[in-house]
């Protein structure tokens, strides 16, 4: 089914090099994302970790829309983030062949 267990061996690691290589790759990458005009500013890596957050003292004394525009563009990243995760983990397999063929 799968010729010899060398080969198939050979593949798994592979595999292993190629995810150590996305996940370097996801975190390298950041995210920025804009809310309210620009009011709101959220930067995330590309494991979805915060890494930097700016907020316009306009909204300071209004915490509704605070809360609102927070949720927004924290919903805006982590959306960016899975596309970015889905995109790269095809990508990775699309290269891959576990027929042997070439």
Do not use: R, Y
Not at 21 to 44: A, D, M, P, R, Y
Not at 58 to 64: A, G, P, R, Y
């Amino acid at each position: 089914m799968f010729g010899n267990m060398g080969d198939m061996s050979k593949m798994l690691e592979g595999m292993q090099e190629n995810a150590a290589k996305l996940q370097g790759e996801l975190e390298s990458k950041t995210f920025n994302v804009k809310t309210g005009g620009g009011l709101i500013e959220l930067s995330v890596n590309g494991k979805g970790e915060v890494i930097d957050l700016n907020i316009d003292d306009s909204l300071l004394s209004d915490k509704s829309s605070l809360e609102i525009l927070l949720i927004g563009a924290i919903s805006d990243a982590n959306k960016m983030v899975q596309q970015n995760q889905q995109q790269s983990a095809m990508g990775m397999l699309g290269g891959m062949n576990p027929f042997g063929a070439k």
